[in-house]
């Protein structure tokens, strides 16, 4: 490894302004992954003016000549993210895998994208489809436990929770399972 690897975090960008820069299948991905986030997406073709930056939490740069762009997004005071760039970027995007609100991430941190979408592939076949439903219960068990005032219990009893949940057979299964 030649640097310390990328801590990884969610950014919630719901109502936050982000841009793409670039066209193409990269660009449109790109565009989809913040607009899935609720992020309100500006595009621009090349390098965006001050205008088209004001208030972007993210810059994501599809372009091959990206340092301008990368230059404008900072001074804006956007974080930067060059596909296939990781000494240009201030984040890496990982692969996810998604079931409802449980995220799952893999990343290289930027250096080999390939090896981490493969590797989400594998965990994307190997996590249940019953693990949404699961982590759903999870939740309102432990809500319900707040609320009430409970001293919430050890990782190992949501852990011995969490496992029939996961080889239940369906998402109602995996509920009662959870909550058993």
């Not at 990343?107 to 592939?121: C, I, Q, V």
Request: negative net charge; charged residues 25%.
């Amino acid at each position: 490894m030649t640097s310390p690897p990328p801590l990884l975090a969610g950014l919630r960008l719901s109502g936050r302004r982000a841009c793409v820069v670039g066209v193409g299948r990269d660009a449109e991905r790109r565009v989809r992954d913040l607009e899935r986030c609720g992020a309100e997406v500006v595009t621009v073709d090349s390098a965006p003016d001050a205008t088209e930056l004001a208030g972007c939490r993210v810059v994501v740069i599809c372009v091959d000549d990206w340092a301008e762009a990368a230059e404008a997004a900072r001074a804006a005071g956007a974080l930067v993210y060059v596909p296939d760039v990781p000494e240009a970027s201030d984040l890496v995007m990982a692969a996810i895998v998604r079931r409802g609100d449980l995220q799952v991430a893999v990343s290289t941190g930027g250096r080999t994208p390939g090896g981490a979408r493969r590797l989400k592939e594998l965990v994307d076949e190997w996590l249940p489809p019953t693990a949404a439903a699961a982590i759903d219960a999870m939740a309102a068990v432990r809500a319900e436990m707040r609320d009430a005032g409970d001293r919430l219990p050890a990782y190992e009893v949501w852990a011995a929770a969490l496992d029939p949940g996961l080889s239940a057979g369906d998402d109602d299964a995996a509920a009662a399972a959870v909550r058993a």
